[in-house]
Structure formats: structure tokens, C-alpha cells
């Protein structure tokens, strides 16, 4: 691989939860290589001019490039086009211009390198997530307007569904195809035309709450009468809709990390054509949009539901949960044994260790992940942990990301 001491520009049009999840994987594999990395975060005016939010370098592409000089460049979603590289290049006097790789498939990639989140793994975990709901019918709510990415995730659950027996209900093309301003005007009538019960898949999470909004001002049960699942489980929407909506939790942290590999190899062997890389989904977070028990007793899953927003908070205790069944103590315990098929207790560490594995993949430390997810001390965390998963914390974390760096690998 190429030596250290590389310059590289990471630039985004992403905010809130999903660039610090890219960045904290490409960082600490850039760290690895001894590079260094330089995050922007950049959008376009009105007129499609760049507009840098956050910069090592002043206000233009041009500034950056003539203070970092970079060797290579990570562009995420299209953030730069091919042309302000290139006009950014030659003004920093840079012949030839650095190496650039994408995180996203680019709109025209005419042939560069790219990294990329698997849109056939989201909507198979997506699509397993509403098969437990034992519905026959399945459609999928687009990102509108269209991008690529969302039309490579629909056919993807198209397909599955399709193969698992079920029926398929497509998002009509004279809507895909409206010009309404407010896409969630169009999910409305969309819905009310399928078929109940009905599982939906969403492009992603700001789509998947317009789902559920409409779906509530329709007075549509979820998730008896429409289930919900989106992508990217960003906790700010996810944990505040109504219900709260499931949601396919990216390896967001591996998307970098396969970036920067690409990169490397990129840099290493420019004139191989080097394969897209797609990074497979992490997990599905389950919430109450697919929260099925409740088809069978809503008490339950109101305390199912209680105890994955609340457990990991300092002082939580079970019995707060099974106070939401409305019974008496005891009779509470029972019943969600019943439904749930473990106590509330083994819920609540089913959720923190959840929780802790997520942050551990993530890189946190094992002391800080303890105190985060609501145990009084590593110790017990440490104790907890070995009982839940069958081995111990310090063995499942080399595991962990052993197997993320080996997806971020070559495909």
C-alpha cells in the first residue's frame, strides 16, 4: 500500500447524525496510514455555487486547495463536481490533480472508483423486519424527487419481495413524476390505495416519517394496518415520531473506512479499474412501527417500547416499564413474559447491550460505554455483557472490527 503522509479533502453536503458516524471510520483509517484527513462540509446556493459551512482554508474550493495541496479527494454524494476539481487543481498549480474516489455512486461516475452503502442489504433487512408481520402485500415509498440511490433500493425490495411470493405494489410514476412541492402530499393517496394490511419500506428515515404522519392523519393503524421500516436510523427522527419508527441502522462507520481503502488503492494503482465497493448494512433497530406484539397485546408493546427509549438512562429500573402494562406489578411481569418471551429485565440488557455494541464497533472505550448505556460500573457492564453475548467484551470488540475492516475491503 502507499506510504504515509498523505494529504486528503473529505468533502460533504451531509449534517446531523450521518457524517459524524462516515468521518469517525475514515478517520481513524486514515490515522492507520499516518494521513491526514480534512473534513468540509459544503452546499450550494441557489445558483449552484459552492458554499463551504466548514473549511480548513477560507471560503473556496480554490483557498483549500492552495493551503492543503491535498493528494487525494473523498467526495461524498457529489458534493464537488468534476470540473471545480479540476479548475481547483490547476489554480493551486497542481499537475496532475489529486486522486478522487466517491462515498455514494456518483450521478456519472464514467468509471472512477466508489464506495457505497448496500441497498440490497437494507431492503433484505428491511423486508425480514415486515415478513414477521405475516402480510402478504409490500410497497416501497421513493426518496422524492428520485435519486439513484433510492431507485437502486426499491428494486432491490421489489426483487425480494417478489421472491419471497408476496405482492408488490409499486409507488405510481404519475407521482414519482408530480411537481408538488411537498412530497408528503403525494404519500397520502399512495397509501390509501393499498391493500391493509400492507408492509412499507421507505427510502429513508425523513421519508419514512412523512409515511407515518400521513398514515396517522388517515387514522391507519401501524402497525396493524401498515407496517413502517426505513434507513438510516437517525435517532432524532426515529425516536420522535409517532409510533416510533424502525429503521435500517447503516455501517456508516465502515462507508468511510471503505473509502479510504479505496482510496489507497486508487492512489497506489491509478490505472487499474478498481470495483465499486458496497458496504452491507449493520442492523435493523427495532421500534414500534414494527413493533408486532402489539397486534397481540398493545400493553406490552407499549412496555416494550418504554424500556428501548428509556433503558440506558442512570436509575432505570424494569418495573417503570411494566407500570405501562396498567396491571399490578407481578401480574405486568407475567404477561410480558407471555408476549415478549423474556423478562423486562433481560429486555432492558437485551437493549443496553444493543446499545453498547454499537458504541464499542464504533471505537468509544470500554469504561465510557459502560457509564452511556446505564451500568453503575465496567465491572458489571463487563459482567453483563459476557452472560447476554456468551464471551467477553474485550474478545467481541477484535471480532467486531475485524469483520467491519474485512467488509471495507476489496469486493
Not at 74 to 94: F, G, N, T, Y
Not at 342 to 370: F, N, Y
Request: positive net charge; hydrophobic residues 45%.
Amino acid at each position: 500500500m502507499d506510504g504515509g503522509g498523505k494529504t486528503v479533502l473529505m468533502a460533504s453536503p451531509l449534517v446531523g447524525e450521518i457524517l459524524p458516524r462516515i468521518m469517525a471510520g475514515a478517520l481513524r483509517a486514515a490515522a492507520s496510514r499516518h494521513w491526514r484527513l480534512h473534513p468540509v462540509v459544503c452546499t450550494r446556493d441557489a445558483s449552484g455555487a459552492l458554499v463551504f459551512e466548514r473549511s480548513p482554508g477560507g471560503g473556496s474550493l480554490d483557498d483549500i486547495f492552495a493551503l492543503l495541496k491535498p493528494d487525494g479527494v473523498i467526495d461524498i454524494l457529489d458534493a464537488l463536481h468534476a470540473d471545480e476539481l479540476r479548475r481547483a487543481s490547476a489554480a493551486a498549480q497542481m499537475r496532475p490533480g489529486p486522486a478522487v474516489v466517491h462515498l455514494g455512486e456518483p450521478v456519472a461516475s464514467n468509471g472512477a472508483p466508489y464506495a457505497y452503502g448496500d441497498p440490497e442489504s437494507f431492503a433484505r433487512l428491511a423486508l425480514q423486519e415486515l415478513l414477521r408481520s405475516g402480510f402478504e402485500d409490500y410497497a416501497y415509498v421513493p426518496f422524492l424527487p428520485e435519486p439513484a440511490w433510492s431507485r437502486a433500493r426499491g428494486s432491490a425490495f421489489a426483487k425480494l419481495v417478489t421472491v419471497a411470493g408476496k405482492r408488490f405494489h409499486a409507488f405510481p410514476s404519475a407521482l414519482r413524476a408530480s411537481r408538488e412541492s411537498n412530497p408528503s402530499a403525494l404519500i397520502a393517496p399512495f397509501l390509501a390505495s393499498l391493500p391493509k394490511p400492507c408492509g412499507i419500506f421507505a427510502a429513508n428515515d425523513t421519508m419514512g416519517e412523512m409515511v407515518l404522519n400521513a398514515a396517522d392523519g388517515a387514522g391507519m393503524d401501524v402497525p396493524g394496518g401498515i407496517a413502517v421500516v426505513s434507513v438510516d436510523d437517525i435517532a432524532h427522527i426515529c425516536d420522535f415520531t409517532h409510533p416510533t419508527l424502525s429503521s435500517v441502522r447503516r455501517d456508516l462507520e465502515g462507508e468511510g473506512r471503505a473509502a479510504v481503502e479505496l482510496l489507497a488503492d486508487f492512489m497506489e494503482r491509478p490505472r487499474l479499474k478498481i470495483a465499486p465497493r458496497a458496504v452491507p448494512a449493520e442492523s435493523i433497530v427495532h421500534r414500534a412501527s414494527t413493533r408486532f406484539s402489539a397486534l397481540r397485546d398493545r400493553r406490552v408493546a407499549r412496555a416494550q417500547e418504554f424500556i428501548r427509549l428509556h433503558a440506558c438512562e442512570s436509575g432505570f429500573r424494569p418495573f417503570l416499564a411494566v407500570r405501562e402494562t396498567g396491571l399490578s406489578r407481578s401480574a405486568g411481569d407475567r404477561l410480558f413474559k407471555a408476549v415478549a418471551g423474556r423478562s423486562a429485565l433481560q429486555e432492558m440488557h437485551a437493549v443496553r447491550i444493543a446499545r453498547a455494541k454499537e458504541k464499542l464497533r464504533a471505537g468509544m472505550q470500554t469504561d465510557i460505554v459502560a457509564s452511556e448505556c446505564g451500568y453503575a460500573s465496567t465491572l458489571d457492564f463487563r459482567r453483563v455483557f459476557r452472560r447476554v453475548v456468551g464471551q467477553p467484551v474485550g474478545a467481541w470488540t477484535r471480532q467486531a472490527l475485524s469483520a467491519s475492516a474485512k467488509r471495507a475491503g476489496p469486493q
